[in-house]
């Protein structure tokens, strides 16, 4: 919750928040704890707390306007956009753009790690030298290996585990030491 961290930053307490920007103290308890979700409260809520925070009420709001679209949609997507732009001009935009530290610092690991997988594929399929900028981020790893949508209806069809184990074989290997299985980014309609 981006509340919680900007009380971090600006080292301040939830009680202080609340004293500060006259919101009751179980209201912003219950906004930090994602019972009640900071875009349903009332704009002067929105206001009192951004003011005394000393942050525009847009930045408050936007991680929560933000839509996060499905991880399958999300690796299809850049798998376009590689199509598109090809392997060197991806490369230069996505460590130019630095979306995988921006996802990585929303939470949204799959997302983050999937795209430093693929710079990192890129970078030896084109022999050229790893971006050091992500090495803190290259000894991190899913809880939980990420399989293609696909590949578990196939294993749903087949009552067994068998292409699971085959996919994780095909894999990638730099998208399989984050565990997400992807062994197929350049074939995409």
Not at 3 to 11: A, C
Not at 47 to 73: T, V
Not at 148 to 166: F, H, M, S, T, Y
Request: proline fraction near 3%; glycine fraction near 2%.
């Amino acid at each position: 919750m981006i509340i919680t961290d900007l009380l971090q930053q600006k080292h301040m307490t939830k009680y202080q928040l609340a004293r500060y920007s006259e919101v009751p103290y179980t209201t912003l308890n219950d906004i930090c704890n994602g019972k009640t979700r900071l875009a349903k409260c009332s704009a002067e809520t929105v206001y009192r707390l951004a003011k005394a925070l000393n942050i525009p009420m847009e930045q408050l709001l936007e991680s929560e306007m933000e839509k996060r679209c499905s991880f399958d949609l999300f690796k299809s997507n850049v798998c376009h956009r590689l199509k598109n732009m090809g392997d060197i001009d991806f490369l230069i935009d996505a460590l130019e753009q630095d979306d995988i530290r921006l996802y990585y610092q929303k939470k949204w690991y799959p997302e983050s790690l999937y795209l430093l997988a693929m710079v990192d594929y890129l970078s030896r399929e084109n022999q050229i030298e790893l971006c050091e900028e992500y090495n803190d981020l290259r000894t991190r790893k899913l809880p939980e290996v990420i399989y293609p949508a696909g590949i578990l209806a196939l294993c749903v069809a087949e009552k067994n585990d068998r292409a699971k184990e085959q996919a994780r074989k095909d894999a990638i290997p730099e998208f399989m030491r984050f565990n997400i299985v992807e062994s197929e980014v350049r074939n995409v309609n």
